[in-house]
């Protein structure tokens, strides 16, 4: 396959909140029979944000973690760009925030993305731009995506939250993936799909509705990318990446690929076809979806969430080889895009892994996640928040706002 790579994915991490719900408990709690959550969402459990762990605190945990991790000095960092749909404050961006929080130069360029989970997208291949056009003049860029994903408390939505935040640096010759910039295909459409007001903490989603839009901007932003000519990609590639807003949503999106590839249309009535697909679909897309199903959405961070997934395991393995990665914001934006893995990608397999911190969390029962959830409500006006309620013990925490400042402390 002929690529064009130059720049991409020099480093990974990702962080998370220390609690956790389990999906049967949680269908049980609700009257559902858990094999929905399970099967026909395809999740095992979600991480829950404390009110203290918001997302300057997991932006900064992530995006310490990629420096220390992949050893770069936060002055190689020319420009941070947060992306997020979690924004603490109407003016002020979060990227201001971790930029000091992480030690970063005074003379880098810092600010948020917001469209939905297509933020950390946006500010990916703006990095590759601005490293493109010069400017960068050897620096490195950083991209965060940091978000809670919160529908409230008996919703539709519920099943599919989440919280986390992955870091990413991007650099020329990067050492994880390598992205070509002349097959990156973008859409745009403004729908009704998922959207989250000033005055509430809640996202309202149309569901259903939303699921047909990310089908429509796959396939617009799939032929962009391709100018119109498909060509059996899918069987040339060695996985295909989605944004996962819960783990079913990705076999919806490779079917979807797999029907404009092929011409054909699969339902589980024609045996073979549909045998087929699950076929593809275990090999090319299932294994790197481990992650999503611990986590749940963590909206702008969640292909991210895979692709980590795909190098923990198969860094070594898979290097040399293609893979795509889609990126939808309801709203709605997207970008399909082709990359290349790099030759020495499995080298750095156990230090993007965040299997120890994930062991390391906590689960909640019901009770617990619903009081968490309802704290957090008034978090951003509480004067002051202690960690150790939340059995917090260690780790950057916001603690409070007070004289209308939102204070952050190390514990
Ligand atoms: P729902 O209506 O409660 O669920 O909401 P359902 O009835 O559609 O069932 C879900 C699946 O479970 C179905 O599978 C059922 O058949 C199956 P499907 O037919 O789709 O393959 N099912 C069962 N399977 C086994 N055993 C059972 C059983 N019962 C049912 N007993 C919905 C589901 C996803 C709509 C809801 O959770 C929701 O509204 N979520 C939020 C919106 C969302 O995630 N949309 C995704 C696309 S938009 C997007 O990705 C952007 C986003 O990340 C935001 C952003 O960009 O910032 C959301």
Request: hydrophobic share 40%.
């Given at each position: 396959?002929?690529?064009?790579?130059?720049?991409?994915?020099?480093?990974l991490a990702f962080a998370g909140p220390a609690g956790y719900v389990d999906m049967t408990e949680l269908a049980q709690a609700r009257g559902v029979d858990p094999a929905k959550y399970l099967l026909g969402l395809g999740q095992n459990?979600?991480?829950?944000?404390?009110?203290?762990?918001?997302?300057?605190?997991?932006?900064?945990?992530?995006?310490?973690?990629?420096?220390?991790?992949?050893?770069?000095?936060?002055?190689?960092?020319?420009?941070?760009?947060?992306?997020?749909?979690?924004?603490?404050?109407?003016?002020?961006?979060?990227?201001?925030?971790?930029?000091?929080?992480?030690?970063?130069?005074?003379?880098?360029?810092?600010?948020?993305?917001?469209?939905?989970?297509?933020?950390?997208?946006?500010?990916?291949?703006?990095?590759?731009?601005?490293?493109?056009?010069?400017?960068?003049?050897?620096?490195?860029?950083?991209?965060?995506?940091?978000?809670?994903?919160?529908?409230?408390?008996?919703?539709?939505?519920?099943?599919?939250?989440?919280?986390?935040?992955?870091?990413?640096?991007?650099?020329?010759?990067?050492?994880?993936?390598?992205?070509?910039p002349m097959h990156i295909g973008d859409y745009t459409r403004q729908v009704m799909d998922f959207w989250r007001p000033l005055y509430s903490k809640y996202a309202f989603a149309d569901g259903h509705y939303s699921i047909q839009c990310?089908?429509?901007?796959?396939?617009?932003?799939?032929?962009?990318?391709?100018?119109?000519?498909?060509?059996?990609?899918?069987?040339?590639?060695?996985?295909?990446?989605?944004?996962?807003?819960?783990?079913?949503?990705?076999?919806?999106?490779?079917?979807?690929?797999?029907?404009?590839?092929?011409?054909?249309?699969?339902?589980?009535?024609?045996?073979?076809?549909?045998?087929?697909?699950?076929?593809?679909?275990?090999?090319?897309?299932?294994?790197?979806?481990?992650?999503?199903?611990?986590?749940?959405?963590?909206?702008?961070?969640?292909?991210?969430?895979?692709?980590?997934?795909?190098?923990?395991?198969?860094?070594?393995?898979?290097?040399?080889?293609?893979?795509?990665?889609?990126?939808?914001?309801?709203?709605?934006?997207?970008?399909?895009?082709?990359?290349?893995?790099?030759?020495?990608?499995?080298?750095?397999?156990?230090?993007?892994?965040?299997?120890?911190?994930?062991?390391?969390?906590?689960?909640?029962?019901?009770?617990?996640?619903?009081?968490?959830?309802?704290?957090?409500?008034?978090?951003?006006?509480?004067?002051?928040?202690?960690?150790?309620?939340?059995?917090?013990?260690?780790?950057?925490?916001?603690?409070?706002?007070?004289?209308?400042?939102?204070?952050?402390?190390?514990?």
């Open positions: 396959m002929i690529l064009n790579p130059t720049t991409g994915i020099d480093a459990s979600m991480a829950i944000a404390a009110p203290c762990e918001d997302t300057v605190t997991m932006a900064v945990a992530a995006g310490q973690q990629a420096l220390q991790q992949f050893d770069i000095d936060p002055d190689d960092i020319g420009t941070l760009i947060v992306g997020t749909e979690t924004g603490i404050d109407h003016s002020k961006p979060v990227a201001v925030y971790a930029h000091e929080l992480l030690g970063l130069s005074q003379n880098c360029r810092t600010f948020e993305t917001k469209h939905a989970c297509y933020g950390a997208m946006a500010g990916l291949t703006a990095s590759m731009d601005w490293i493109a056009s010069g400017r960068a003049r050897g620096r490195k860029a950083m991209v965060i995506a940091s978000d809670i994903a919160r529908y409230g408390l008996n919703t539709a939505g519920e099943p599919t939250q989440g919280a986390g935040a992955v870091a990413m640096v991007v650099a020329p010759e990067p050492r994880l993936l390598s992205i070509d990310y089908l429509d901007a796959l396939s617009g932003a799939h032929n962009d990318a391709l100018n119109g000519s498909s060509d059996a990609l899918l069987d040339r590639l060695a996985a295909s990446l989605y944004h996962v807003p819960f783990v079913k949503m990705a076999f919806k999106a490779h079917q979807r690929l797999l029907e404009i590839e092929t011409g054909n249309s699969y339902s589980k009535e024609q045996a073979d076809g549909w045998q087929q697909l699950q076929e593809h679909f275990g090999e090319k897309v299932a294994p790197w979806l481990k992650l999503n199903a611990e986590i749940g959405n963590i909206y702008t961070g969640s292909l991210f969430l895979s692709l980590i997934d795909l190098l923990r395991q198969a860094g070594t393995s898979l290097a040399g080889e293609t893979i795509s990665l889609f990126s939808y914001g309801s709203g709605c934006g997207a970008t399909f895009c082709l990359g290349q893995i790099a030759a020495q990608a499995g080298d750095w397999s156990a230090q993007l892994d965040p299997a120890t911190q994930l062991q390391q969390r906590r689960r909640l029962s019901i009770d617990e996640y619903e009081q968490l959830i309802n704290a957090s409500e008034n978090a951003d006006t509480e004067a002051q928040l202690n960690p150790a309620d939340y059995g917090l013990d260690s780790g950057l925490f916001y603690t409070g706002t007070r004289d209308h400042i939102r204070h952050y402390e190390h514990f």
